[in-house]
């Protein structure tokens, strides 16, 4: 790959792309992603001098604040107006981050975040867009926002997509499988969606139907052809047409022509599936609970991987009705209520297939949603 790649869809604009020797996270342990006496290994103007590249600021930062508890690292790592985008709420102010960082580790002190993988693009000039796999587990054992501790452990998967300049980070993504938390500690998913519905409700919040969303208008067909503005080469060229096939224009036999027959997929709620006919069924599922969803790419990044190959990032919005039956399997019958889904996915392309997918999206914001708009019609 050269050191200048061509945007396809901005008429030979260069898309600057580093080559320096930047880390990757999957092979390596802890301290090596955090070393001590590396020499710097990327142009990193107005970053603090303890961070070699960009995946070690991710890894490391993240490590010192969720792990080693220096919570205070969020005041010099992140600007008084930055924005958290997460799947049941905004956070838009720093004081808010530490707040609610705070409130997280409480109920969970044990908790660990590993690092699975980081991918990313940018520059220290432009600004860096790092999307975060992050694995979580510990155990339940303190009061919290999760109600009395239920002394079980929990495994989830988390994506974090941040926009960094100068060692702050001013816009942030987060999606968290809390779905997967709540169920593996043996809590009421549906109890504990109808208490967060109502304390937005009651704050004066209610889900709106603003009717037809973007797939088609009236009576048309989908979109032939995907927007390839987000794409800075070929493979996510190639990662976004995929896509445009399965969930814009339903053709979900395209997954079997460009997954390998032994790929993997690592899903919401710790699924684990194997083979192209498992991977079929859970997108299928996912659009047969909203069969109206439009599907709309917000951003593409991508890295070639040590392992081979090229692993691509993708971050993606899902609008729609809930109005059939599919995996989603606690929302229950059909309510006909309007929901998001904010989702990320990474995924490893290899001799021309996917061979992995990591999907992150949360069936418990889907839930909130619902009885949220439940709500406000009783109301």
Not at 65 to 88: A, F, K, Q, S
Not at 272 to 301: C, F, M, R, T
Not at 329 to 356: A, C, F, N
Request: aromatic share 8%; net charge negative; with cysteine.
């Amino acid at each position: 790959m050269s050191d200048t790649e061509t945007n396809p869809k901005s008429k030979g604009a260069p898309f600057l792309r580093n080559e320096e020797n930047v880390l990757q996270v999957e092979r390596r342990d802890y301290p090596d992603l955090a070393p001590t006496g590396r020499p710097r290994s990327q142009s990193m103007d107005g970053f603090d001098d303890i961070y070699t590249d960009i995946v070690d600021y991710i890894i490391r930062c993240t490590h010192k604040i969720w792990d080693e508890r220096d919570i205070g690292l969020i005041y010099t790592h992140y600007t008084h107006n930055c924005v958290l985008y997460g799947t049941t709420g905004n956070i838009y102010n720093r004081e808010d981050v530490v707040r609610d960082t705070i409130q997280r580790l409480v109920s969970f002190p044990e908790r660990r975040g590993m690092g699975t993988q980081v991918i990313w693009n940018g520059n220290d000039k432009d600004g860096f867009y790092t999307s975060h796999l992050v694995t979580g587990s510990g155990r339940h054992t303190q009061y919290g926002h999760l109600g009395q501790p239920t002394g079980r452990p929990f495994v989830s998967r988390t994506i974090a997509d941040c926009m960094i300049h100068r060692n702050m980070i001013y816009r942030e993504w987060v999606v968290a499988d809390q779905m997967a938390i709540i169920k593996q500690l043996g809590l009421d998913p549906n109890h504990f969606a109808a208490r967060t519905a109502k304390t937005k409700f009651d704050a004066g919040l209610i889900s709106l139907d603003i009717g037809e969303n973007r797939r088609f208008l009236g009576q048309t067909r989908p979109a032939e052809k995907p927007d390839l503005s987000h794409a800075h080469n070929d493979i996510e060229v190639q990662t976004i047409e995929m896509l445009h096939e399965v969930f814009v224009k339903r053709m979900f036999g395209k997954i079997a022509e460009v997954y390998a027959p032994t790929a993997q997929y690592h899903g919401p709620l710790m699924k684990e599936l194997y083979g192209v006919a498992a991977i079929v069924h859970q997108h299928l599922g996912l659009i047969g609970s909203l069969p109206d969803a439009s599907y709309e790419i917000q951003h593409v990044a991508s890295n070639p991987s040590e392992e081979g190959g090229t692993k691509v990032a993708v971050r993606w919005v899902m609008e729609g009705h809930h109005l059939g039956y599919g995996i989603l399997g606690e929302l229950g019958d059909p309510t006909g209520k309007r929901v998001q889904v904010m989702g990320m996915s990474h995924y490893h392309w290899k001799d021309g297939k996917i061979v992995d997918e990591w999907n992150v999206y949360d069936e418990l914001s889907l839930l909130v949603q619902v009885k949220l708009g439940q709500l406000a019609e009783a109301a």
